[in-house]
């Protein structure tokens, strides 16, 4: 199984709705990351875990919260978004210490939009 | 910073045309190259990476070439097919710090049959 999956694909929230993106693997992969990406725009790190902790945080604001509850789940909790949130967020994993030529294996993200 | 510079697109480009999309990057270090491919509605794909001077890598008639001494990692291939429309990343992965994945802006290629 090299699939990372993500659910749910689409999510329309409100700007005082609490949601909760969602992202499994099972490839052994011990860091995982968040990444938000624009539209026509590179993906942008927002959070990586390794070994189930937080190793970086991009500045993310608090609104964002990640957590990993273990090796192959990752969700990402989100709380009074604004509508400029509104993108494709993507999960990814890769083989773990992270560093060096690890590659990333991406999921087909969730495409979010804030009203 | 680390940073990555890719060529602007759209490419458009006929099928079995040849295609070359120029990536450069800034690094402290001995970063390790990657291209990653997206396709509509998709999470991106690594189509080839490489990790030290001089090496290639390759896939799906894809090739790229590590150059330090350019700092480059250009991607080419000898004759696109209408299935390769899609936008390529070009990316580092620090080999310090933070271990992070940068990416280029992207080049979208569209392939006419």
């Known amino acids: 199984d090299t699939e990372v999956t993500q659910t749910p694909k689409h999510l329309v929230m409100g700007m005082t709705n609490k949601k909760s993106l969602k992202c499994e693997q099972h490839m052994g992969h011990r860091a995982m990351y968040w990444y938000k990406q624009k539209a026509k725009k590179p993906p942008e790190l927002m959070f990586v875990?390794?070994?189930?902790?937080?190793?970086i945080n991009e500045s993310v604001p608090s609104r964002f919260s990640p957590e990993c509850p273990n090796s192959s789940l990752l969700n990402l909790h989100l709380h009074a978004l604004q509508p400029e949130d509104s993108a494709l967020y993507l999960c990814?994993?890769?083989?773990?210490?992270?560093?060096?030529?690890?590659?990333?294996?991406f999921g087909s993200g969730t495409q979010l939009s804030v009203l | 910073g680390n940073s990555v510079t890719q060529m602007e697109g759209p490419v458009t480009l006929s099928e079995e045309a040849f295609l070359t999309i120029n990536c450069t990057y800034t690094a402290t270090g001995y970063p390790s190259l990657f291209w990653y491919v997206q396709y509509p509605g998709e999470g991106l794909q690594l189509l080839l990476k490489?990790?030290?001077?001089?090496d290639k890598g390759s896939n799906k008639g894809f090739e790229a070439t590590y150059r330090k001494e350019t700092t480059s990692f250009h991607l080419e291939k000898g004759s696109v097919q209408v299935s390769d429309s899609a936008v390529y990343f070009c990316a580092l992965r620090e080999n310090t710090g933070g271990f992070k994945t940068i990416f280029g802006a992207g080049t979208r290629l569209f392939v006419k049959a």
């Open positions: 875990y390794s070994y189930e902790k937080l190793s």
């Open positions: 990814a994993s890769s083989q773990a210490p992270p560093g060096g030529n690890e590659k990333l294996f």
């Open positions: 490489a990790t030290k001077a001089d």
